[in-house]
């Protein structure tokens, strides 16, 4: 990776820079420098966030409240007044009409600017104002003084660091930077687009004639053609990172036929699904191959990823290699490590435990099984990837509920690997799982390089959850059924409901709500879980809610992910109204999970708003994750759908995958072209665009 930095940035001055700074001004290069203005070509694609039209003064009685707005007239009062606070206060009229000014903090040159009888221009937003409309802090101008022909870019600054001198900078690398085109014109004729030169130039300084609107919407033929590039070179540094991957080596775990996988098949107590077989059958495929997999697991709650997991891993250790299974939550990652141990212990396999609430003592001994090849699978939180975790031969790692890590993380636990395998230059193979169904083109255009396998198929025999939308009022009756269901010797969750403020006042809700269930249920076990109870205190309640020690289990969100209790048949989750559809999903998928006929209550507080009714509705209306994904990308919109960390939309400054899916797929299909036909310019395009940003390709 080291060689992906490029080395002494830091040293290499800017032409740019140093020109708009001026001799020996330093701080404004340094300012430059953090925001990432460089060279010469950093400067060109620093683009305006907006703009600002000062090009027309319009008369008072046209402005609008919640626009800006230039205006030129005479001060007819000036005065500082100290209610409710001192501020400067000023009122400027031209034939139209009047409108008063207001500065909280000011200046005495300022306050002299707007003495009354002078004439001056002032600009900024109007809003409503005790006597009227009013401008809060405009920029003042003299009156007069020509306008300018075009609208002026406002750039992303930083802290001290001027409009001014920023522009300054940015028109002097506009002189010397390279312009030149990175798209072959049959390109650009094809996909319609301006030429790269002509849109950085309208960009940085609009013609007179330009459409306001479209700049600023970014639909400008010039924003379209710098849209197209930055999406081009993201699916162009995709194409590379698979080329990479497949000129990488892994170890091939060949040992399909052995006895093992055999023998985990023989011992199951159901039969595997169609869909469970085939992608067991796709995973086994990509894992004997002698590059890396990156492969991307999805199945809806329920579907049962785990023992597809399990599958991956006795081939990978059939062939020799150690397996690394990581999970976000330490309550998930042990039910993970008993139910695979419960498989594989049987078949011989060595299973090792790792999470951040060992003993020193244990630690050691899972730091030594793990260090000397002894320990097979090795199953964790992140704890996994902590610096004295060593592996002997680490082949395969395998990451539930992926979305859950960060990049980092990710990349950390295959470094292990790495460096494991390191003498023989061998990456591991990695099985990321996720019950978040992503839509096939969103995954393709704007996931890093990965395979995708999806699980389409429940088990057999499950009988659907029933869900119940029910309000608050009727909580007796909500009551009600937990006594019935526990009665029949069932188990159920009661979900507290998510305080987003405060992560002290969600505790302290489900404390209470604890309290009031043991009260109102006085026949009945009631545990309760929570984020912030001691790991081994929270092993010892779900062990007794597994066992069948607890009847009714008070929770927050910890059991969101994964956690699996077949006797479970109830879940009621409070103030449903404030969780999100995918959360909710996930909630649900806790129960129905064995035959029982399976009920979960959504609680809600009037009045709901738009999005709580549609989101309730939709739970109401199915059960299907893929369906319920597709409404939640069509309630959210796809950036906070697939969330900035895995959506790729840290590494777009102006495309947005929520509103440019057309031009990232007309980029998609331009990657092949460019790559089988102008491989050069597909260079220069990638470096143009794609200056440190590798790390991400690989996660
Ligand atoms: P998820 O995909 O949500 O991780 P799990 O792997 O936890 O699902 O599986 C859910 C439950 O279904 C588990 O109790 C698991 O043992 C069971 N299961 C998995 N596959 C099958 C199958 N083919 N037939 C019956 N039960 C299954
Ligand atoms: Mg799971």
């Known amino acids: 990776m080291a060689a992906l930095k490029a080395p002494g940035r830091r040293s290499r001055k800017s032409a740019a820079a140093t020109q708009a700074a001026g001799s020996g001004s330093s701080l404004v290069e340094r300012k430059l ?19 600002e039209d000062e090009t027309r003064v319009v008369p008072i009685a046209s402005v609008q409240p919640g626009a800006s707005a230039q205006i030129e007239g005479d001060v007819i009062r000036s005065e500082v007044q100290f209610r409710p606070r001192r501020q400067l206060h000023a009122i400027i009229q031209d034939d ?50 020509p306008l300018p022909q075009a609208l002026t870019p406002v750039y992303p600054a930083t802290d001290g660091l001027s409009q001014a001198s920023l522009r300054k900078a940015i028109d002097a690398a506009l002189d010397t930077a390279d312009l030149s085109d990175s798209l072959p014109a049959e390109l650009c004729q094809r996909y319609n687009l301006i030429s790269f030169a002509d849109a950085i130039r309208v960009l940085h300084h609009p013609p007179a004639n330009v459409s306001y609107a479209d700049l600023i919407e970014r639909e400008h033929p010039a924003w379209v053609r710098i849209k197209f590039d930055e999406l081009l070179a993201q699916q162009l540094s995709l194409a590379a990172a698979r080329a990479a991957r497949r000129r990488q080596r892994a170890p091939a775990l060949t040992a399909v036929q052995a006895v093992l996988p055999q023998q985990l098949q023989a011992s199951l107590p159901f039969e595997l699904t169609g869909a469970q077989a085939r992608v067991i059958a796709e995973i086994s495929q990509d894992l004997r191959r002698t590059f890396p997999m990156h492969r991307l697991l999805q199945g809806d709650v329920g579907s049962g990823k785990t023992i597809v997991a399990a599958f991956a891993a006795v081939q990978a250790i059939a062939s020799g290699c150690q397996v690394a299974i990581m999970a976000p939550t330490e309550i998930l990652a042990e039910q993970h490590f008993h139910k695979l141990s419960a498989w594989l212990e049987p078949l011989g396999v060595h299973l090792a435990w790792l999470a ?18 002894q ?12 610096e004295k975790v060593i592996f002997a031969k680490l082949g395969l790692i395998i990451l539930d509920e992926q979305h859950r890590f960060g990049v980092g993380q990710r990349l950390e636990l295959s470094r292990k690997g790495e460096d494991s395998l390191g003498h023989e230059a061998l990456i591991p193979h990695q099985l990321n799982m996720s019950a978040t169904p992503i839509p096939r083109t969103l995954a393709m255009t704007f996931f890093a390089d990965l395979d995708v396998s999806a699980i389409d198929e429940l088990p057999p025999g499950r009988s659907p959850v029933l869900t119940k939308l029910i309000a608050d009022s009727r909580r007796d009756e909500v009551l009600g059924s937990v006594m019935t269901e526990v009665r029949e010797g069932r188990q159920a969750y009661w979900v507290c409901p998510l305080v987003e403020e405060s992560e002290a006042l969600q505790l302290q809700t489900a404390v209470d709500t604890h309290a009031r269930l043991v009260q109102a249920l006085p026949d009945m076990r ?29 929770a927050t969100t910890v059991i969101e992910v994964g956690v699996d209790v077949p006797n479970a048949s109830l879940m009621i989750i409070e103030h449903a109204e404030r969780f999100g559809l995918a959360q909710l999903h996930q909630l649900r998928g806790r129960v129905g999970r064995g035959s029982l006929q399976s009920i979960c209550v959504l609680m809600y507080q009037t009045p709901l708003s738009m999005i709580a009714r549609q989101r309730l509705r939709a739970m109401y209306e199915t059960a299907d994750g893929f369906d319920i994904a597709r409404r939640d990308l069509e309630l959210r919109g796809p950036g906070e759908f697939l969330g900035v960390r895995q959506s790729g939309q840290e590494l777009l400054r102006f495309a947005s995958i929520d509103t440019d899916i057309r031009i ?36």
């Open 33 to 51: 420098r953090h925001l990432g203005l460089h060279q010469p070509s950093d400067f060109v694609v620093h683009l305006p966030l907006r703009y």
């Open 356 to 373: 951040g609430s060992l003993t020193g003592k244990q630690r050691k001994a899972a730091f030594d099984a793990v260090a000397s090849g």
């Open 96 to 145: 139209t009409g009047q409108l008063a000014l207001r500065w909280l903090h000011f200046y005495p040159n300022q306050q002299k600017q707007v003495e009354a009888g002078k004439r001056i221009r002032v600009r900024g937003e109007v809003r409503h104002g005790f006597g009227g409309y009013e401008m809060v802090h405009p920029k003042v101008s003299a009156a007069g003084t």
């Open 375 to 386: 320990a097979q699978l090795v199953v964790g939180t992140t704890a996994l990837i902590q």
């Open 526 to 554: 009631v545990g309760l879980i929570h984020g912030k109870l001691a790991t081994a205190e929270k092993q010892a309640v779900m062990h007794d809610f597994r066992a069948g020690s607890i009847d009714l289990l008070v």
């Open 664 to 699: 990232a797929e007309q980029a998609r299909e331009a990657v092949v072209e460019l790559r089988d036909h102008y491989p050069g310019h597909a260079q220069s395009h990638l470096r143009r665009w794609m200056r440190n940003k590798q790390d991400f390709l690989r996660s």
